[in-house]
T-cell receptor, first 117, second 110 residues
Framework: GAVVSQHPSWVICKSGTSVKIECRSL??????MFWYRQFPKQSLMLMATSNEGSKATYEQGVEKDKFLINHASLTLSTLTVTSAHPEDSSFYIC?????????????FGEGSRLTVL | DQQVKQNSPSLSVQEGRISILNCDYTNSMFDYFLWYKKYPAEGPTFLIS?????DKNEDGRFTVFLNKSAKHLSLHIVPSQPGDSAVYFCAANTGNQFYFGTGTSLTVIP
């Protein structure tokens, strides 16, 4: 099946620094990628929808200036957590949808565990 | 507003038996329904999907049933194996919108 790769899988940073997480579709082109956040024992919370070549669409309550999303190519989207604080510590997951398929399938990356000290 | 609901947070099943995971939804306009399996600290893995125009889709040990009149879908795993122990999310899709349930933690007891 389609492969989505996320990097880094684990990152620890100091409060106030910025962290970039990459999401790549390895064997397909993805016009749309999604970024989720998962809190312990909770479902996936959609943060934003990333569209190649245009601005991301953020869900209500998600600060676009804090969570910068860039989707510069059909295979890469990045999420940058700016001026990270301990409350930003979470598990971030990206997903991608193959551009030329219309079967509803969404493929997920492995997730990135962010810990802000 | 939770458009996709998984009302059972956990389920325990004996190895070899059938596991049935349930999911309810509210929007009759969904095009596809999907099931994902998730281990801790990993991204969800796609398992199986079903189009809204079908009522059953089978793939090996996994079968998804869709009851549109009841707005209900279920995932059947038979026979259940210890390696199936994970959290299972159902999801519904329309256009570029995906809605996820809160997950059901399945434990298969050896």
């Amino acid at each position: 099946g389609a492969v989505v790769s996320q990097h880094p899988s684990w990152v620890i940073c100091k409060s106030g620094t910025s962290v970039k997480i990459e999401c790549r579709s390895l064997d397909f082109q993805a016009t749309t990628m999604f970024w989720y956040r998962q809190f312990p024992k909770q479902s996936l919370m959609l943060m934003a929808t990333s569209n190649e070549g245009s601005k991301a669409t953020y869900e209500q309550g998600v600060e676009k200036d804090k969570f910068l999303i860039n989707h510069a190519s059909l295979t890469l989207s990045t999420l940058t957590v700016t001026s990270a604080h301990p409350e930003d510590s979470s598990f971030y997951i990206c997903s991608a949808r193959e551009a030329r398929r219309n079967t509803g399938e969404l493929f997920f990356g492995e997730g990135s565990r962010l810990t802000v000290l | 507003d939770q458009q996709v609901k998984q009302n059972s947070p956990s389920l325990s099943v004996q190895e070899g038996r059938i596991s049935i995971l349930n999911c309810d939804y509210t929007n009759s306009m969904f095009d596809y329904f999907l099931w994902y399996k998730k281990y801790p600290a990993e991204g969800p893995t796609f398992l199986i999907s079903i189009s809204s125009i079908k009522d059953k889709n089978e793939d090996g040990r996994f079968t998804v049933f869709l009851n549109k009149s009841a707005k209900h879908l279920s995932l059947h795993i038979v026979p259940s194996q210890p390696g199936d122990s994970a959290v299972y999310f159902c999801a519904a899709n329309t256009g570029n919108q995906f809605y996820f349930g809160t997950g059901t933690s399945l434990t298969v007891i050896p």
